[in-house]
Structure formats: structure tokens, C-alpha cells
């Protein structure tokens, strides 16, 4: 079977959900653009990419997992874990049946956060932003931008974003 398609597009399967409910994070500024009041933009990222990378201005975060702190020689990086409050604390704040757009850096661990809330608590209509906040990796071998993720995503569409922390 293909992959699901959006904007004659596949969607690659770490970004798909079982909802299969799709935008890209233009379509996802111009659906909150919309409906201010009746679409939300839950970025799931950990809080380092929150404050460090910037987030639209508009969004809620609920972070997926956090980062451990200890260097992985095998994965080389910092790995991270699922938080495990997760889901309780997008059902403190919202109803299945509220509308809510999730980004995350390019669309996985978006996917993730929807299939969790989808399946765990019954929420209906969560769309996966499938170019989250960093976009697609460049694979031009010609570009001083080879292997960053500088392709499309929220910071790249020229979309509004912010560095400034908004607690509430």
C-alpha cells in the first residue's frame, strides 16, 4: 500500500497518525489565522527547543519527552524520554473534541503526540503540522545548507515566531 498523500506529497511513515488528519505549517497559520479562538497549536518539543529555536508566538507547549542530559556514545546524542505526563496534561488544558495543530521540529514526533492523544483519550481532531518548526532536511550537495533543516517548516515559511516565554 502507498503512503498517504497530502499536497501530492507521501507522507513519510514517521509522520503519519491514525487519524489522518494533515497540514503543513502554512496550512496550519492560516487555519489558527481562521479561528483564533477554536484551533490550537500545541508544540510538543522539549522546553531547550521551545526557548532556544523559537515557537509561534501563538502556541501552547506541552512537551512529548524531555532530554536526558548524559551524552550517548552509541546514538550519538543526547537521547530523551517520553514524558510521562504527557497526555494528562493536554487533557488538563483541552476536550477531546477542541482542535488542536501539533508541531514539533519536522513531523515525528508530532505524529507521535497525535497517535497517543488519539488512541489514550479519545481526541478527534488533531492534525499532524507535517513540516513542524525546522522543516526538511536540505539534500542539495551544492548548498552551504547540506544536511540542516532549513526546507520549508514553520521557521522557513516565513510564519510568525518568538524567542519570548509566555508562562501562561
Known sequence: MADPMHNDRPIIQER???LGLYVTAKEAYDMWQADPEGVTILDVRTPEEWVFTGH???AVNIPIAF???VWDDAKKGFPWSLNPDFVALVKERFSPDDTLLVTCRSG???AMAVNMLAKAAGFTKLYNILDGMEGDTVEDPDSVFKGTRRRNG???SG???TYSIDPT
Request: charged share 5%; hydrophobic share 50%; aromatic share 16%.
Open 154 to 156: 514553520w521557521l522557513m
Open 108 to 110: 515525528g514526533r508530532g
Open 16 to 18: 503519519q497518525t491514525v
Open 56 to 58: 509561534p508566538p501563538m
Open 159 to 161: 510564519l510568525p515566531w
Open 67 to 69: 532530554l536526558a542530559y
